[in-house]
């Protein structure tokens, strides 16, 4: 008996103690085939195997070659392994000079960000400063120059010893440096009248530098409050507390919240407010760590407000004891350059039709030529790899003349792509807001189009572009020929005019627009968005590039197209990890569901395990408010072709659609998936015009569709709309394994239970042991897509044959319940 209990006692250490090492042995040794750097920079995409890693047996790390990148300017950039993305949100660096850069991956901290400057320069430079008496022994200068786009935070030096920092910048030998010293931040740069000079050499010249005197000096570290804010989606019975958390060294005792409600902005220094009202903070509680560095964190209360009230705040935090004070969010020390937060006092819904709705995005372009007329742009003599880059003659009228054939998909919702007046055939490059490009149309013919998809009860949303515009557009060239004499020179973000400005994503063709500027704001909310919604007569926005405008823009855009019509459905396109998505709550009625894509695409393609596959799911709409529509997709204008990306496999395009139409949100078919369009060409094999691929033609020809695909979309459709709880029930994960995924959507009177087997071998699942039922009742499950089984329980079981790389799917009639 003791050999016995000894023996479980060895099994019981092993279990507990030497499985989780092993697993942490396995993680620490991960072995790959490949691995990609793909990212946001102009030397990287985010589509191709251009960058691949080299693996180091010795240092056990994957390696890239040198990869120019541009100081100052941020980029976003994950490492793709085995064809499968990295899991999470994307990384981000700042290099801190223009240099090339060597990217490194180890495979035992995949999210580690180790991103080092080569040493391919002819030059380099030694700066030695010396700061002025007075100056924060906890606060690190930082050097801006023309290697760095005069960033004010990315190139720290590095302390000496006291009082005195060096850095080391490269750069071609003859080359002068412009710089400036500051403390982290453009408020607390030097006092100097001019730039300082330095010139690169081979031997690298030491530089001796003092400061006189700052500006001004920071009160705090960071002050951080990040939309922190409770309740998220406040309504007219609730109270709203911030929060905000301080680093400091020196003491920080009190702050404030600046606040108006009429969505004008608030203004106000060390707790005296001078436009709008003003709300303390009080210091809940202080830690300090070993180097002497205190987080504090302070709350208040913004009063309840009444539903429809726009909500602007500032926040700063001070030193009673002495003078001066520090914004949220971006450190600033005054409140006309400090960060303003926002949030819409409503009882937060979406509208009904869009949970309901089932997308279908036209790609204006490419999906049908209707009249011939204005085909100004079209070459028909380039090859046709050639004429993807350019126009290709859809338009308008094409859509119209299709719009039976939309109608025939049961779809109820089309998207239109961007039809401005602009040099691209894409429409995202827009020339004017309010005029639609006569090479797709004209104004009064989108009216047509919005009409007749009325009187087939099709809702029509229309894809917006706030963030940018064309450099050839007139307020953008008035502002380049006349600077700040122009009316619009403050509708741009000129960081050196007339050359430099802020883009879209580092692309001078795209200057984007100050939306923060009250006159661009105004221009874009009450006359851009009544023009589409009034005279053309959209029922909503697809919105490009979300993430570019301030929340406080989009709770002013939301405040104006819901005064519109509360009906309006607007959705954002949010690029990035759940924590960004979902902090568009209460500013959108949903987003693009980007995390989805890649959830399906890493499992049917890439062969993550359902187990894997189902704890995204789970935490991808644990995520989303009820409220909140995630648009589902499984491939778009940005992205290859899914049909492509799954080797042509047509079941696994079936099998990936049928999951998307089961799970929550509102699903949208990409024109052309629906018949099996995938690409003439490897978007990997070429260095640009890559998503030439992904916006292909339709092809019309019935010879040249794959028609059983299209009826597996349309019976998709149907059992969608027929079963509301696809639309409106719950979402529960019942069973996962390595190759099976069975999942239900439930609502009290409509349960759908969806049995995906990605496994090589057919299987029989009983579905109560699934559930863990103890107490079987009579089920019957009636099979939902087309040459399915009705099932029944027998002798306390309820078995279901499921064959391999199959998606089945059965309404439930009777009691299943998980215990």
């Not at 120019?68 to 976003?76: D, F, N, R």
Request: proline share 5%; charged share 25%.
């Amino acid at each position: 008996m003791k050999k016995y209990f000894f023996t479980i006692g060895c099994l019981l250490f092993l279990l507990v103690f030497v499985q989780p090492i092993a697993s942490l042995v396995a993680n620490a040794n991960k072995n790959y085939d490949s691995v990609v750097l793909r990212g946001s920079a102009d030397s990287l995409d985010w589509d191709s195997n251009n960058n691949p890693l080299t693996y180091n047996k010795e240092e056990e790390q994957w390696i890239s070659e040198p990869i120019s990148l541009e100081g100052g300017k941020a980029i976003e950039f994950k490492y793709v392994f085995d064809g499968t993305w990295m899991e999470g949100s994307n990384l981000t660096f700042t290099p801190p000079q223009d240099g090339d850069y060597i990217f490194i991956f180890d495979p035992s901290d995949e999210r580690k960000v180790n991103v080092q400057l080569a040493d391919t320069s002819s030059g380099s430079l030694t700066l030695q400063l010396k700061v002025p008496e007075g100056t924060p022994d906890w606060v690190t200068p930082t050097l801006a120059s023309n290697k760095n786009n005069f960033n004010y935070s990315v190139s720290p030096l590095e302390k000496v010893n006291e009082g005195t920092f060096e850095i080391e910048v490269k750069g071609e030998a003859g080359e002068t440096l412009e710089y400036v010293y500051s403390l982290g931040g453009k408020s607390y740069k030097e006092e100097i009248d001019t730039n300082r000079e330095a010139i690169f050499t081979e031997d690298n010249k030491v530089y001796e530098d003092e400061v006189t005197a700052w500006k001004t000096v920071p009160v705090a570290n960071e002050v951080t409050h990040d939309f922190n804010h409770d309740p998220y989606t406040p309504d007219q019975t609730d109270d709203t507390i911030v929060q905000v958390s301080v680093e400091h060294y020196g003491p920080i005792d009190e702050g404030a919240v600046y606040y108006r409600t009429d969505g004008s902005t608030p203004s106000g220094k060390r707790g005296k407010v001078k436009n709008g009202q003003v709300s303390s903070l009080e210091r809940i509680e202080t830690e300090k760590n070993e180097d002497g560095l205190q987080t504090s964190l302070f709350k208040g209360t913004i009063p309840k407000q009444k539903n429809e009230t726009r909500v602007k705040y500032k926040i700063d935090v001070w030193n009673s004891e002495s003078m001066g004070s520090q914004f949220a969010d971006n450190n600033e020390l005054n409140a006309e350059d400090a960060t303003e937060f926002a949030y819409y006092v409503e009882d937060y819904q979406s509208p009904d039709w869009a949970k309901e709705s089932i997308i279908y995005q036209v790609f204006v372009d490419r999906f049908h030529d209707g009249e011939e007329s204005n085909n100004t742009s079209v070459d028909p003599t380039l090859p046709e790899d050639e004429r993807l880059k350019g126009w290709m003659g859809g338009d308008l009228q094409g859509v119209i003349e299709k719009l039976d054939y939309i109608e025939s998909l049961g779809v109820n919702t089309i998207w239109v792509s961007p039809i401005y007046e602009g040099p691209y055939s894409h429409g995202y490059h827009p020339t004017d807001f309010l005029k639609i490009d006569n090479r797709f149309g004209s104004n009064e013919l989108m009216k047509e189009l919005v009409d007749l998809a009325h009187e087939k009860d099709m809702k029509v949303i229309y894809d917006l572009v706030p963030n940018h515009v064309s450099n050839q557009h007139d307020f953008f060239q008035d502002a380049v020929k006349n600077g700040e004499n122009s009316a619009y020179f403050d509708w741009f973000t000129f960081t050196n005019w007339p050359d430099e400005y802020e883009t879209f994503y580092d692309v001078q063709e795209l200057p984007e627009l100050n939306n923060d500027n009250l006159e661009t704001r105004d221009y874009m909310l009450n006359t851009v968005v009544p023009f589409w919604m009034d005279e053309i007569g959209v029922d909503g926005f697809r919105l490009d590039y979300a993430k570019g405008p301030s929340y406080s823009f989009w709770v002013d855009f939301r405040h104006a197209v819901k005064q519109n019509n509360p009906e309006a459905f607007i959705f954002g396109e949010v690029w990035d990890d759940l924590d960004k998505i979902t902090s568009y709550t209460g500013k959108l009625d949903g987003a693009i569901d980007f995390e989805t894509q890649s959830a399906i695409t890493d499992a049917l393609i890439h062969g993550e395990s359902m187990s894997g596959f189902g704890s995204s799911l789970e935490t991808i709409f644990d995520s989303y408010d009820e409220e909140f529509v995630p648009a589902t997709f499984l491939d778009s204008h940005d992205v290859p072709r899914f049909i492509y990306e799954a080797d042509g496999n047509v079941q696994t395009m079936k099998n990936a659609a049928a999951i998307q139409f089961t799970l929550p949100g509102a699903p949208i078919v990409y024109y052309g998936d629906e018949v099996g369009l995938s690409q003439s060409g490897d978007h990997n094999l070429v260095n640009e015009w890559k998503d030439r691929y992904y916006r292909e033609m339709m092809p019309w020809d019935e010879e040249e569709q794959n028609l059983n695909l299209k009826a597996h979309y349309q019976e998709l459709i149907e059992i969608r709309k027929d079963q509301k709880a696809l639309t409106q029930g719950k979402f529960n994960v019942i069973h996962s394994d390595e190759d099976v995924l069975i999942y239900e959507r439930t609502m009290p009177q409509n349960k759908v239970v969806i049995v995906v087997n990605q496994g090589n071998e057919d299987i029989t699942i009983d579905l109560f042991e699934s559930y863990n039922q103890r107490t079987p009742n009579n089920v019957k499950l009636l099979p939902l897509l087309e040459n399915g089984t009705e099932l029944r329980s027998k002798k306390g079981k309820l078995p279901i044959e499921t064959s391999a790389h199959s998606v089945e799917m059965y309404e439930v009639k009777g009691k299943l319940k998980s215990n």
